[in-house]
T-cell receptor, first 111, second 113 residues
Framework: GESVGLHLPTLSVQEGDNSIINCAYS??????FIWYKQESGKGPQFIID?????DKRQGQRVTVLLNKTVKHLSLQIAATQPGDSAVYFC??????????FGSGTKLNVKP | EAQVTQNPRYLITVTGKKLTVTCSQN?????MSWYRQDPGLGLRQIYY???????DKGDVPEGYKVSRKEKRNFPLILESPSPNQTSLYFC????????????FGPGTRLTVL
């Protein structure tokens, strides 16, 4: 399978600060990338996605950046809140049906 | 309520005893998929289905079977479970293909002794 990895396994931020979670991927042919949030005891939940023909996409308090040159994906969370504490996964999509997930980054938000 | 359900949520079994984990969605989704989640490895795709009677292997299909006889159901079958299949399993569905937003079930924690 393809390699989708994360730079940091755990990230601690202060409430109100911005968070940046990074992800590296290896398949230059991947054309769709997704960020998921997984809270303890629950299934992953879609946050935001981006296609390979875009560099940036914004949602509510979240922004995904894609750098195809260095095969890097990042998730930015603005004004991080305690409810953002979770494990975040990036995933890349191949052929519209196959998915490869990273191992996840745990985000701890300190009050 | 739109949802993906899995049963059972927890299962402890013994090596070699056939088991089935059910997955059902009520959103009329065409695409369904099974994943396993292990510490340090994230989620790995086992099988997926693009529609009724259409299934294909994901990244780690060995030791698993699936079927898609109805659009709403996508059971995962372990014919002869082994301890290395101890894991947390998630079913997911999306409207048409995998690039539509995937909705995940709550997970099934399987322990094979």
């Amino acid at each position: 399978g393809e390699s989708v990895g994360l730079h940091l396994p755990t990230l601690s931020v202060q409430e109100g600060d911005n968070s940046i979670i990074n992800c590296a991927y290896s398949n230059s042919a991947s054309d769709y990338f997704i960020w998921y949030k997984q809270e303890s005891g629950k299934g992953p939940q879609f946050i935001i996605d981006i296609r390979s023909n875009m560099d940036k996409r914004q949602g509510q308090r979240v922004t995904v950046l894609l750098n195809k040159t260095v095969k890097h994906l990042s998730l930015q969370i603005a004004a991080t809140q305690p409810g953002d504490s979770a494990v975040y996964f990036c995933a890349e999509n191949e052929d519209f049906n196959k998915f490869y997930f990273g191992s996840g980054t745990k985000l701890n938000v300190k009050p | 309520e739109a949802q993906v359900t899995q049963n059972p949520r927890y299962l402890i079994t013994v090596t070699g005893k056939k088991l089935t984990v059910t997955c059902s969605q009520n959103m009329n989704h065409e695409y369904m998929s099974w994943y396993r989640q292990d510490p340090g490895l994230g989620l790995r795709q086992i099988y997926y289905s693009m529609n009724v009677e259409v299934t294909d292997k994901g990244d780690v299909p060995e030791g698993y079977k699936v079927s898609r006889k109805e659009k709403r159901n996508f059971p995962l079958i372990l014919e002869s479970p082994s301890p290395n299949q101890t894991s947390l399993y998630f079913c997911a569905s999306s409207l048409r293909t995998g690039v539509d937003t995937q909705y995940f079930g709550p997970g099934t924690r399987l322990t094979v002794l």
